[in-house]
């Protein structure tokens, strides 16, 4: 097979993407690899088995040491007992991984979002506060540039002077009461 520079660079830039998941990633090819084994170790054995009752004292399994055929047969039936055995642990244990790694997801996927629900709330809440300081803020500016206009029109000098006039020749007139 021949790799061009743009299948390598492809594969360097997938390489870099899943770096922070590469032990899952590690887990899952080991867990791949594991399978095929699995998957070709029956057939593997089955062919010993045949070796076994064709071959007989000739055997692959006879030149380990097994000299009886019932001896062979055993070891071959352990052997295929075993690796289903081990096969099954293993996909039992990878069923429980991941469900496992489904709920943790799940869970952090619910405090991520109850976590950005609050934020968005909370910067509602803050946009509330904010516009109804700007509303009473322009209120007050609103009404005491009323009032100021209010007065400034509609209240000259000159009568203000003569209400303080009047109102201060009042309290000397009263002052003089209550002295004498």
Known sequence: MKFN????QSFGELIRYI???RNKVRFASICSILNKVFDIAPEVLIGVAVDLVVEKENSFVASLGFSSIESQVIYAQNKLDTAQDVKNEILEQAKKDSDRLIIDLNDKFHKSS??????AENKINQMKENAIKEIKDASIKIA????KKIITTSVDSSKLDNLFQKNLDETKEELK???S
Do not use: C, T
């Open 5 to 8: 520079h743009s299948s390598i």
């Open 19 to 21: 770096r922070p998941w």
């Open 114 to 119: 109850d976590l950005k629900k609050n934020l």
């Open 144 to 147: 005491v540039d009323s009032v």
């Open 177 to 179: 009461k209550i002295n």
